[in-house]
């Protein structure tokens, strides 16, 4: 990245006030787009569908590559694809002795200090562990008494791990114990009155819930009683309470103090585990024919939301991104001055996001759990109080793209005197598959206004009604869910045809010039 006119990963920015925008995982060259940077490994490109050559997160381990370079501006005909240039990486081939590396890099929180908000509090240093180690082992494939490879085959394996546990501390604001029983007594504001209630007359405290049965028009506007006028409480009586919204509402924690707001903290860890396997063989059939074949592989595993508490409801999203990359290629040196170099390559993406619920339900359905009907997932419902500072809880999202490719290249080298000719081919197929059954367990909005004094002011920000209370009676302002009839499957082709030449017009003068023909067709649906 030392290469003028590049960016690295994460720093190409082009949003408002130069915030990145998907910049964490891909660079720019020349002033290309997001993702518009072509990347090659091993001679094949690392192209998906959902976001172009993105290399960081799909990358060999560095010690598994033996070259890189990148090409910018007049870039010869047998490149194209790009935006702004070409990354080329090429990984390790083995040798006629072996070799090996190890390595660990280790941080803690041994010496680490702890903040000043979790001083304050009395919480303990989060957790801020990562550690980096792997090996590269090649040489010549020898089996004592079998076969020895030596000035034949070669073989290069590499393994990495990262693990990083760092953690943090959440501060949420969830319901009183006395709140999720249905008594908003502690609630209630009398020396606050915030209007009068069309029903009656009578005045409308700060707080005041109102029971949702009694709602009727007097005047033209929509007015109901207050519990605290039927019962002579700022409460539901245990008869009116549903068993869904209790079950719903038994899922937030205990707060750990008497706070109005933010009365729970919980520390969390976010793990993140990304292992890279890469092995590569070469084989020199004879003289004039070389062959290799490379299979690289990398897990990323990690939490992708903040968890706020620890179960189902609210351990946080989870991401598993896994990349296979295989390459295979021959170089055939036909004669002293021609040489076809023959490349093929396959690409598979996986990237999996699920939350808490799919993570640590086992596959049961939340809905049955929850005695949800007419909604049925393994993802938690996502649930949201509607009533101010309180957490929402669940996420409904249950998803798997996958994303996968075919690559054939052949390039041929032709010295004609002056002249260093270079023509080929370069032929893609990708299938890009995002499957989902995101939200089929449904999306649920409780609301102050199904117990507020009066549809309208009276509602706004909660002056009168609790979302809580309007939860706990089954009164859910507004929901939603997704059904899907089928998944997606897109399809793409590429192709493209390519000549250049390398003419010595003088010893000191090279001239370089080509013509490259592609065709990028539209991106179609597989069955119709």
Known sequence: FLTPGTVGPGTNGSGSNGASTGGAFESKISGGQNYGTEVLLDGASMYRSE???????????????????VETSTMPAEYGRTTGGIEIFSTKSGTNAFHGTAYDLLRNKDLDANSWYNNYQGLPRPIDTQNDYGGVFSGPVWIP????????????????????NQGGTSTITVPTAAE?????????????????????????????????????TVNGQLCRTSYLAE???????????????????????????????????????YPL?????????????????????MYDSRDNTRLSTIPIFDNAAGQGRSQDFFTHYARAGEDFSISPTMFNHLNIGFNRTNSSNVGAGVRLGNGQNWDQVLGITGASGPMFPSISTGQPNIANIGDA???????????????????????????????????FEPGSIANTS??????????????????????????????????????NLESYASQAKWLSHYYALFVQDSFKFRPTITVNYGLRWEVDAPRYEAHG
């Open 231 to 269: 019962t002579g409480k700022n409460a539901i009586p245990a008869g009116q309470l549903s068993p869904i919204g209790s079950k719903i509402l038994s899922y937030y924690p205990t707060p750990l103090n008497g706070n109005a707001v933010n009365n729970f903290s919980y520390n969390y860890s």
């Open 397 to 431: 999202v249950d998803g798997d793209t996958i994303d996968y490719g075919y690559r054939f290249n052949d390039t041929f080298d032709w010295v004609k005197g002056k002249h260093d000719v270079r023509f080929g081919f370069d032929y893609r197929y990708q299938i």
């Open 442 to 479: 449904g999306t649920f909005n409780a609301a102050c206004s199904e117990t507020a004094a009066a549809v309208g002011a009276l509602a706004n920000n909660c002056t009168s009604g609790n979302g809580i209370a309007s939860l706990l009676l089954g009164q859910v302002d507004n929901a």
């Open 180 to 216: 999720k029983s249905g008594d908003f007594t502690a609630d209630l504001n009398m020396g606050r009155v915030v209007g009068t209630n069309p029903c009656d007359g009578s005045p409308v405290y700060y707080g005041e819930i109102f029971d949702p049965s009694t709602t009727r």
């Open 273 to 293: 585990l990304d292992t890279t396997m890469t092995i590569r063989i070469d084989e020199n059939i004879n003289d004039k024919n070389k062959f290799f074949a």
């Open 145 to 164: 008494k079998l076969y020895n490879g030596k000035n034949k085959t070669f073989f290069m394996f590499s393994w990495e791990q990262y693990r990083q």
């Open 51 to 69: 976001n172009g050559s993105s290399f960081d997160e799909a990358a060999p381990s560095v010690e598994a590559l033996s070259e890189f370079r």
